[in-house]
């Protein structure tokens, strides 16, 4: 099991009411599923809590077979940076580094993930440009380019292949088609699963747009009344 959510409850402050209450959530290798809800029913907290970043309150989420809540913030940020890769609602590229040095990035930080680049296409350039490549960014001379000199659209596909570098097990994107418009989001959603069928990983995509579910294998429905529907 890839991922394997029991009882969980979160809330920002103790005293506070759980901003997400999700009783039980299993995803197995190689699944996609689509997380919706209204804008603020904890969709993007639920991701934080799949990547670590923050933990349950109460109950278990383990990812990899690991109940992130019983590991410290060191090793979350290294168990993340090994094993899962995150595409932000706004990107969050470097302006300051080109495309290829974008892409790199996760390699910088886990040494599990150049691995996994280096038995993909020997080198970690090589293995950047495939993904590149694959995302229909393959021009060798936008490579060199910084990011901000791309349209939004290629920034995102940028976020996808420096998510997908190295083979995480776990890929997670929090509304990365809010831009785009309809037809461009759904060769985007296409793209993003045929690199993640290649690489074996596990998907969880978040949208407010309920018109890209039945592209999913599963979906999960968050209300905002901190009651998860799972289908
Ligand atoms: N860092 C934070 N500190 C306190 N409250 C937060 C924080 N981030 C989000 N929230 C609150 O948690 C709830 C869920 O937010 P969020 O997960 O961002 O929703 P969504 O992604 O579905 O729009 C909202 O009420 C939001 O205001
Ligand atoms: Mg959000």
Redesign the pocket.
Known sequence: MIVDIQNLEFR??PDDPP??RIPALQLAAGEHLFVQ??????????L?LLAGVTTASSGSVRVLDRALEQLGRVERDHFRADHVGYIFQLFNLLPFLSVMDNVLLPCRFSRRRRERARQSAGTLAGEARRLLGQLDLDHPQLHGRAVTTLSVGQQQRVAAARALMGAPELVIA?EPTSALDAHRREAFIRLLFDECRRVGATLVF?S?DAALEPLFDRSLT?SGDQQAVAA
Request: hydrophobic share 30%.
């Open positions: 920002w402050q901003v997400l809800g209204p804008s603020g029913s904890g969709k993007s907290t639920l934080g929090d978040v407010h968050l």
